[in-house]
C-alpha cells in the first residue's frame, strides 16, 4: 500500500519509522551561495534521504588525485563548468546506490540543459522522476558576500560563514573539529565568473521545470531556519 507522499513525509518527521515510503526525489536548484548545501543537509536529517553533491564529489575525487578528479580540477579552479559527460556519469553511477531508492537531494546538479535533459532519461529508465526543482533566490550582492565570508569543514564538508554562521571556535568545524578552510572558487575574481555561468547555463532550467509543473520557488533571504521552514511547506 502506497500513501500520498504528503502524509509520508510527516510521518516520517514524527517517528522516522520508515513507514510506507513514497520517493522523495527532489533537485535544489539556485545560484552558487544561494545555501544549497546549507539546506540538502538539514534535508537529509530531516527525511533521512542522502545529499547529491556534484561539487562535493568532485573535490573529493580532486582529493583522492584520481583521473576524475584531475580532469575536473582547471575547470573548477576557473568557476567553469566541468563537461556535462563527466557530470552525468557521476549521477548515474551514484543515483544507482542502494541509498537513493527511497529518495535523494540533488545539490548542484543539472547545471546545464543537457544534464536535465540527461537526468530525466536516466530516472526514467529506472522507473522514478523529479517531484520537486526547488529554485532558491538570492541577489548577487548577497551572493557575494556569502561566497566570500564561506568556509568548508575539510574532514565533514560542513558550511560556515566568518559572519553570517560563525563556528564557535574560529577555524573548527562544530560537528567534527575538523578544519575549515576557503574554498581555491571562493575568491572574488572566481566567484564573479561563476555567477556570469549560472546566468547563462543554470538559470534556463527555471523555465525548463515550470513547463514540467515542477517548479517550487522559494525566497532564499532571512535566517537559515525560515528558509528551512519554506522548503519544507512546499515539500508538503
Ligand atoms: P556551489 O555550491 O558554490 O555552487 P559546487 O560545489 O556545486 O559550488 O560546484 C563547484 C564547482 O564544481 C563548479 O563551479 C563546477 O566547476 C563544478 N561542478 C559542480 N557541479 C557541476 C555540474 N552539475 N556541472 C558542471 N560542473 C559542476
Ligand atoms: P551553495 O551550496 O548554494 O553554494 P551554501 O549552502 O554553501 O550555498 O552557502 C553559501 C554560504 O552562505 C555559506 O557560507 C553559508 O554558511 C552561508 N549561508 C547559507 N544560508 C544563509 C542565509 N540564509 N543567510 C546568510 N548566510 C547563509
Ligand atoms: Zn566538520
Not at 120 to 131: A, C, N, R, S, V
Given at each position: 500500500m502506497k500513501v500520498l507522499c504528503k502524509v509520508e513525509n510527516e510521518l516520517r518527521d514524527e517517528d522516522n519509522k520508515g513507514l510506507v515510503i513514497m520517493d522523495l526525489n527532489i533537485i535544489l536548484l539556485g545560484?552558487?551561495?544561494?545555501?544549497?548545501?546549507?539546506?540538502?543537509?538539514?534535508?537529509t536529517e530531516q527525511y533521512k534521504i542522502p545529499?547529491?553533491?556534484t561539487g562535493d564529489i568532485l573535490r573529493e575525487a580532486l582529493k583522492k588525485e584520481t583521473a576524475m578528479g584531475l580532469k575536473a580540477k582547471s575547470y573548477m579552479d576557473s568557476g567553469k563548468l566541468v563537461p556535462d559527460e563527466v557530470v552525468i556519469g557521476i549521477i548515474q553511477d551514484r543515483l544507482k546506490q542502494s541509498d537513493c531508492q527511497k529518495g535523494f537531494i540533488l545539490d548542484g546538479f543539472p547545471?546545464?540543459?543537457v544534464q536535465a535533459e540527461a537526468l530525466?532519461?536516466?530516472?526514467?529508465?529506472?522507473?522514478?522522476?523529479?517531484?520537486h526543482s526547488i529554485s532558491i533566490d538570492v541577489d548577487d550582492e548577497?551572493?557575494?558576500?556569502?561566497?566570500?565570508?564561506?568556509?568548508?569543514c575539510r574532514s565533514c564538508g560542513a558550511m560556515y560563514h566568518v559572519l553570517f554562521n560563525p563556528?564557535?571556535?574560529e577555524g573548527v568545524c562544530d560537528a567534527c573539529s575538523g578544519e575549515l578552510y576557503q574554498r581555491d572558487d571562493d575568491k572574488e575574481e572566481t566567484i564573479s565568473n561563476r555567477?556570469?555561468?549560472?546566468?547563462?547555463?543554470?538559470?534556463p532550467l527555471i523555465d525548463y521545470y515550470k513547463k514540467k509543473d515542477?517548479?517550487?520557488l522559494v525566497t532564499g533571504t532571512g535566517k537559515i531556519e525560515n528558509i528551512f521552514k519554506r522548503i519544507k511547506d512546499v515539500l508538503k
Open positions: 545560484p552558487p551561495g544561494c545555501g544549497k548545501g546549507t539546506q540538502a543537509k538539514m534535508l545529499q547529491v553533491s547545471r546545464t540543459v530525466d532519461k536516466t530516472l526514467k529508465d529506472m522507473g522514478k522522476k523529479i517531484e548577497e551572493l557575494l558576500g556569502r561566497l566570500t565570508g564561506r568556509r568548508t563556528s564557535k571556535k555567477l556570469n555561468i549560472y546566468k547563462q547555463q543554470t538559470a515542477i517548479l517550487r
